[in-house]
């Protein structure tokens, strides 16, 4: 059977058998957690408590008032330890609220059951935005914004990012297998909070027996709900190829998918939407592959948020050789990190350990006219030029060649027999386009 997919793409070595049959385990903490103010796309939030105060697993810990951000809990119980800047897992310094654990993880609201049916929607979106939930595939842009599309955008689709395209990880897939109760269930409240959508589980077919657990937790409910099996090519679940692979509507440059009527949603978040809405259960946790060829024991394992990235290598059996890379994510969008006395963070799915076999460093050389990036570019853009653009700071040239559509996939690096850095300086062009819009604006409002 030919099976929907996208333009372009790679085929990447999936690495997924490492813990693709590891059932989730969970980490109970030690001493300190620490929670990064930004763990979100939008605005940072501030501390809400002070040194010495005693907090309780799921309190609110941090918030703001800007409608684009998600505020912060605590995930054990314990005494607020520091408020200062702490390294975060993407390397920055940021303001962080560390709290010392007094192992009791004592709740602060007990979880209670509640039938979502009889909730409005706007109370919905209210519990969603009040358990701190954002985009947990790795985007963290805030769930309760992608539930409140402007006025006259009408929702005909929720897609169910089920896809876990990057290679090596496998929290997706397990949660769709361990628990696909939930995932379901937190699709159940999107329709209910859009009744004239349709729901669409999106899963990449490389993942059989997930795809068995979900239909058969379907097939003993009634609804609008479909599970389909996507051909196996990265960057498959990339939102823009979703959207693509599902209804076959491209979203035009700079517009969100409910420009097309659709919701992407990943299973993860789904899940914990469920948690929020029926338990009244925030933001606390969250499952993560802990893998590659440089840990021991590479496993799936659920830990709340906070724990250090240290405690997880430790829980997978620590480092089995020297890591030449360790990245928060996967291998192709991952992020390397400086440091694993870091704490993980709402969108963090995976840690991956490289030994220097799996990630050898290269030399750029120079474009050989190959076509290849081309090729592979999902989003049907000419790397190469923009490579050239980005690097002469041709930021108007870059903009033209359509270099803000990038989404950073990194297939067009991947085939390059010149190892270009194309997809960092893809990275690097948008920024620079940014800055300039940004000193135009300021030079025109000078005027
Ligand atoms: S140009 Fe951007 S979107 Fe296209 S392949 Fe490269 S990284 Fe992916
Ligand atoms: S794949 Fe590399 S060498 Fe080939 S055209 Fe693109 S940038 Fe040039």
């Known amino acids: 059977m030919r099976l929907p997919t996208f333009r372009g793409g790679i085929h990447p070595p999936e690495s997924k058998y490492l813990t693709e049959n590891k059932e989730i385990e969970t980490l109970v903490p030690r001493g300190e957690l620490v929670y990064p103010m930004s763990q979100h796309i939008g605005a940072p939030c501030a501390p809400i408590v002070k040194k010495g105060d005693r907090v309780l697993a799921g309190q609110k810990i941090a918030d703001t008032g800007a409608f684009v951000s998600a505020p912060v809990m605590s995930s054990v119980s314990g005494t607020v330890k520091e408020i200062g800047n702490r390294m975060t897992i993407s390397g920055a310094l940021e303001t962080c609220v560390a709290v010392e654990s007094d192992g009791l ?4 609201a007990p979880p209670r059951r509640k039938d979502f049916r009889k909730l409005k929607p706007a109370e919905c979106i209210k519990i969603i935005r009040e358990a701190g939930l954002v985009g947990m595939g790795g985007a963290t842009f805030p769930t309760h914004v992608k539930l409140s599309p402007p006025p006259g955008k009408k929702i005909k689709w929720i897609i169910v990012n ?18 696909p109760e939930p995932i379901i269930g937190g699709l159940e ?4 909070i859009f009744p004239e959508a349709k729901g669409i589980i999106a899963v990449e077919n ?14 003993k409910r009634r609804g609008k709900i479909g599970v389909i099996p996507h051909k196996v090519k990265y960057p498959q679940g990339a939102e823009k190829m979703l959207i693509y692979t599902v209804t076959g509507q491209e979203i035009p440059p700079g517009a969100l998918p409910a420009e097309v009527g659709c919701l992407v949603l990943n299973v993860s ?5 469920w948690y929020a809405v029926t ?6 946790d969250r499952v993560i592959s802990v ?7 590479p496993k799936n394992i659920i830990a709340p948020l906070g724990t250090s990235v240290r405690e997880l290598i430790d829980a997978a059996g620590g480092f089995s050789r020297e890591p030449a890379r360790i990245l928060s994510g996967g291998p192709m969008m991952g992020i390397s990190m400086r440091s694993i006395d870091v704490p993980i963070v709402k969108g963090t799915s995976g840690i991956l350990a490289l030994s220097s076999k799996s990630a050898p460093t290269f030399e750029e050389s120079n474009c050989v006219r190959c076509g290849r990036c081309i090729a592979a570019c999902p989003m049907g853009l000419w790397p190469s030029a923009l490579d050239r653009a980005a690097r002469l700071r041709q930021y108007s040239v870059f903009e033209q ?3 803000m559509n990038c989404v950073e996939c990194g297939s067009c690096a991947y085939v390059c027999p010149s190892r270009r850095f194309l997809t960092q300086i893809c990275r690097d062009g948008k920024a620079g386009v940014v800055a300039e819009r940004k000193k135009q604006k300021e030079g025109s409002a000078k005027r």
């Open 206 to 219: 490389n993942k059989p027996e997930a795809i068995m657990r979900m239909s058969g937790e379907l097939s």
């Open 291 to 297: 893998t590659g060829d440089a840990v021991v024991s």
């Open 189 to 192: 409240i999107c329709l209910h």
């Open 401 to 403: 060649n359509g270099g």
């Open 162 to 179: 089920g896809a876990e395209c990057e290679p090596f990880l496998n929290c997706d897939n397990r949660l769709m297998i361990e628990h």
């Open 279 to 284: 338990d009244g259960v925030p933001v606390l």
């Open 269 to 273: 978040t789904l899940a914990h939407i």
């Open 105 to 108: 993880f004592e709740r602060a």
